[in-house]
């Protein structure tokens, strides 16, 4: 190595290893891996209070670990954030107060205090989100008037009608029709121990009317949905009983097709949640089927520790195992890949060959091909961890000669390619959901109803159609993504990530993109990117972003300190851009290697990943295990080769 790198070749190595040791400890039996994955309060204090909700027995030991939990993620501003170290939110902080001292927190604690002083200097707990008071109008805390109207006959409308489930995204929808039966049927929460939280408010919480327009909403399209509101508080009572019935029946038929035993439907906490809560609406007991087999599949979420516990959102073994492949591919060695191998081999029976899930409704004639996010998911694969997983077989079996993955590789390209949407871009679960007046409703104040094309996941979609031979002259579908990727480039030069913190990340998601499909290195697209991602490099030599720049008045990235799943990203950015022996690389190396642990791997608090901007947001645990060690064996397979050019997907 030159003078241009400080770092030897033989400490280089040693991480290379000690990082390869460390993610290979984590491996589970049966060759897959999967990390924690961790959400803000809200889910660990939802799940306090669905237990309260339905007068479970209490479990002393776990709610005391929720607790604390609780208590040691509270802010310094006295409320509670949706990332580490982040700015108050108003929804969390209520949540988090009500399961606390549900939980039997006294409302004298000093930690309670500054919480309710918190909430109170901005303007009270009238300020929650809609989701939130969906959930304090079970606990009659808020009137239902508070909550916007949403009748359960919305699912028997048809598909040109301007509001169909099939027009919303998947997590919307899953969430929505449980929660939809229970604004039907109106239930109220058991609450044995008769907790409330009208202290959180300045008003009286039983007067309060419906929410305000939210700030990505537009105020014509706002105050027409609110009318449509007003009408239908009015008329909805006056449905036929019949026509209520036949909703309720069908709403019914869509959950228990898609219920998913102990993964639960979407294999995401809020509809699973949401269906406990129904069935016990609706009269099932604990011991109806599938209600219980629902709850049980809420616990396998909680994660417990010796002093604290908390919920998962959802668990996400398979992107944990494909990534954990490719960055041991990277690293190779005689443990590395066989390991990999392992891991691929697990997630061959995962891919969905046999049910047309919700996608089909606007893709009749493709043919199911996709993985999911989680252990089991069939009506919702993603076309992200679609793409990762082909990329990651298809390159163990061109640079390992591994037979057996060509028929999940073909089955998996044939739908990506058959899931474009019309403007060139994919979207991570549907297709053209472009319906973007729906966010306007009432019920969408967080504006996350739809899914519509991203950058990064057009990115991945391009990366894997070009590992496997298409370029912008031979593909259609190539040459449509990366249009779609010249015109959504912002003028720094960044692109945005949607499922990952931010500019960085979809900005990393697109250069190996461009470089795989054969876009040349002085594009002056690419020389943009690579001269922002070098500009935005911190003086540690690292990369961090903060959450903050998912904000609406669009002010691109915001400084952060520097993480090693994102210093990872931009280094692994950089490369793709033909840039291995660029200042900014060989710094964020050093950067890299001074603050590895002791076992091998690197410590991260920071959030680097997106439910949903400005709404929810994500921590790998396994980010900044496999990312940092995929990043540096890049680094030492480029340095030793003349070509310097990365010459797979990602």
Not at 52 to 80: C, F, M, S
Not at 214 to 220: G, I, L, V, W, Y
Not at 406 to 418: K, L, S, V, Y
Not at 422 to 430: P, R, T, V
Request: proline share 5%.
């Amino acid at each position: 190595m030159d003078s241009v790198n400080a770092t030897s070749r033989e400490t280089l190595e040693s991480s290379i290893e000690s990082a390869t040791q460390g993610v290979l400890g984590f491996q589970q039996s049966d060759g897959h891996w999967v990390f924690e994955l961790e959400a803000d309060c809200t889910i660990p204090a939802e799940y306090v209070l669905l237990r309260h909700y339905l007068a479970e027995p209490v479990d002393t030991v776990l709610e005391a670990k929720i607790g604390n939990y609780l208590r040691r993620v509270q802010g310094a501003h006295g409320g509670w954030p949706l990332v580490h170290d982040g700015e108050f939110d108003m929804s969390a902080s209520v949540k988090a107060y009500f399961a606390l001292k549900m939980i039997g927190d006294s409302v004298d604690a000093p930690h309670m205090v500054r919480a309710r002083e918190a909430i109170h200097a901005r303007g009270g707990a009238i300020n929650s989100n809609v989701f939130t008071r969906f959930l304090l109008a079970t606990f009659g805390v808020v009137t239902w008037r508070a909550v916007p109207v949403l009748p359960i006959e919305i699912v028997l409308l048809p598909f040109w009608s301007p509001f169909h489930l099939n027009k919303i995204s998947y997590w919307a929808r899953t969430t929505m029709v449980p929660l939809m039966v229970i604004a039907a049927l109106k239930p109220r929460a058991r609450n044995p121990k008769g907790v409330g939280i009208d202290e959180l408010f300045l008003q009286d919480p039983r007067s309060i009317g419906m929410t305000a327009k939210a700030p990505h909403q537009s105020m014509a399209w706002f105050l027409l949905f609110r009318s449509l509101d007003v009408i239908l508080r009015v008329v909805e009572p006056l449905f036929p009983k019949s026509l209520r019935k036949r909703a309720i029946d069908a709403a019914l038929a869509f959950i228990e097709e898609r219920l998913n035993g102990e993964d639960g439907m979407g294999a995401i906490y809020p509809p699973m949640a949401n269906i406990v809560m129904m069935y016990d609406a609706l009269g099932k007991d604990e011991n109806y089927p599938p209600r219980a087999t629902t709850r049980r599949g809420l616990d396998k979420l909680l994660v417990i520790k010796d002093d604290e516990a908390y919920c998962q959102p959802c668990v996400s073994p398979v992107w944990d195992t494909t990534l954990t492949a490719h960055a041991l591919l990277e690293a190779g060695g005689d443990k590395a890949v066989p390991a990999a191998r392992q891991g691929l081999d697990w997630l061959i029976p995962k891919q969905e060959l046999e049910v047309k899930g919700d996608w089909a409704v606007k893709r009749p004639d493709v043919r199911p091909g996709g993985w999911a996010f989680q252990y089991n998911n069939a009506h919702y694969p993603d076309l992200d961890d679609t793409a990762v997983v082909v990329m990651s077989m298809d390159r163990m079996r061109r640079e390992h000669g591994v037979a057996g993955y060509d028929t999940a590789i073909a089955r998996g390209r044939e739908w990506i390619e058959g899931m474009q949407s019309d403007d060139g871009g994919w979207a991570a679960f549907d297709v053209n959901n472009l319906e973007y007046y729906l966010n306007n409703i009432p019920f969408s104040d967080h504006g996350a109803l739809l899914d519509p094309p991203t950058e990064d996941v057009t990115a991945r979609c391009i990366s894997m159609l070009a590992q496997l031979g298409e370029t912008e002259k031979s593909s259609t579908h190539v040459a449509a993504g990366v249009a779609y990727l010249r015109k959504t480039q912002h003028p720094e030069g960044s692109w945005y990530g949607r499922w990952g913190m931010n500019f960085i990340y979809g900005t990393w998601s697109v250069l190996c993109a461009l470089n795989m499909a054969g876009v040349d290195h002085g594009d002056p697209m690419i020389r943009k990117a690579v001269d922002w991602l070098a500009s935005i490099q911190n003086e540690d030599g690292g990369w961090g972003e903060d959450a903050v720049s998912y904000r609406l008045d669009y002010k691109g990235w915001e400084a952060a300190p520097s993480t090693a799943s994102q210093t990872a990203w931009a280094l692994l950015a950089l490369m793709a851009a033909g840039e291995v022996d660029h200042r900014a690389v060989a710094r964020g190396v050093e950067y890299l290697i001074a603050t590895q642990n002791k076992k091998g791997l690197w410590d991260e608090q920071r959030y680097t990943a997106t439910g949903f901007p400005r709404v929810f947001y994500l921590r790998y645990h396994g980010y900044p295990k496999f990312f940092p060690l995929w990043a540096l064996a890049r680094y030492r397979n480029l340095r030793n080769t003349n070509s310097r050019v990365v010459g797979v997907g990602m």
